[in-house]
């Protein structure tokens, strides 16, 4: 039942992360939706809708009065999601995933630091296997740059805060509590920042598919924390990042189909080492499972 439990948790986590940063990307690139916080923050005010909904016409289980702890956890959930965005906005959806790779390394040695826990050859061949991965052979661009400090922020946003995820879920925090403080806590910060970044000089376009499509983002962003709450309850956090990397390989395939990338050489050995990588690692914590 526990096997069942931890494949099911990770197949919707990954079904629905995919879906969701797909979506997006479409909306960014190919529907020109230019106000990057203002998407997030529309995504943000359905999800927490919802949830509000259900709490009081099903469960009245979120309790209101621990939001405090739960501002400095959405501090870094906000800088994650608005620098994932951006960065998403500055490279292809297959080379994006590959430098995200990065963040997996930082998650694993915060938390072997953390929890004194001793990594195996087996485990450092497969971080440097990620990093690896990483690699895309290409020379560095002066118009990327800004892309690559976006990615710089995110990952160590991203590192953050699953390890602050990972250790309030594990205080037995409900996944409905996780899911609506960190929506709700980071609109007021994300409405900050679509001030001051967003370019509200532009016109956007918003058609009825336009609108059809944040909602469904929204929904499928909504499966995504829940199911990203469920998967830590359940692995560690570097499992659940070892998860990503597999995530990520998913969409980078979809990436390069959906959005007509150039199919190179490269990606496909990234692409190939970032799924060994994440093989070799599940080898090496089941391995260390049975002997502990």
């Known amino acids: 039942m526990g096997i069942f439990n931890n494949l099911s948790a990770v197949t919707i986590f990954l079904l629905s992360s995919a879906i969701t940063t797909l979506g997006n990307k479409f909306l960014v690139k190919n529907l020109n939706f230019h106000r990057h916080q203002l998407l997030i923050i529309l995504q943000n005010i359905i999800i ?35 620098s994932n965005m951006k960065a998403l906005s500055c490279f292809d959806v297959s080379i994006y995933t590959l430098y995200k790779n990065i963040s997996i390394v930082f ?21 440097i296997l990620i990093v690896g991965s990483s690699w895309t052979g290409k020379p560095l661009k002066k118009s990327e740059l800004v892309g690559y400090l976006w990615m710089i922020i995110n990952i160590f946003s991203t590192t953050a805060f699953v390890l602050l995820l990972k250790h309030i879920i594990d205080n037995e925090s409900s996944r409905l509590e996780c899911v609506f403080f960190t929506n709700s806590l980071s609109i007021p910060f994300l409405l900050i920042l679509s001030y001051f970044i967003d370019d509200y000089n532009k016109p956007l376009n918003l058609t009825p ?53 150039d199919l190179e050489f490269i990606k496909l050995i990234s692409c190939c080492v970032a799924t060994l990588s994440a093989l070799l690692y599940y080898y090496d914590a089941v391995k260390y499972k049975r002997q502990s």
């Open 209 to 261: 598919f336009v609108y059809f499509l944040i909602l469904f983002t929204s929904l499928t962003a909504l499966i995504t924390a829940f199911s990203t709450a469920w998967v830590l309850k359940l692995l560690t956090s570097t499992m659940f990042s070892i998860a990503g990397a597999i995530n990520k390989v998913i969409v980078t395939a979809a990436g390069i189909v959906i959005f007509k990338e």
């Open 48 to 82: 927490v809708s919802i949830l509000v909904c259900y709490n009081f016409l099903v469960k009245n289980i979120i309790k209101f009065k621990r939001f405090k702890k739960w501002c400095i956890i959405t501090v870094f959930f906000s800088v994650m999601i608005v």
């Open 107 to 127: 998650v694993a040695i915060t938390e072997y630091a953390f929890f004194d826990r001793k990594l195996s050859p087996i485990g450092y061949l497969s971080f």
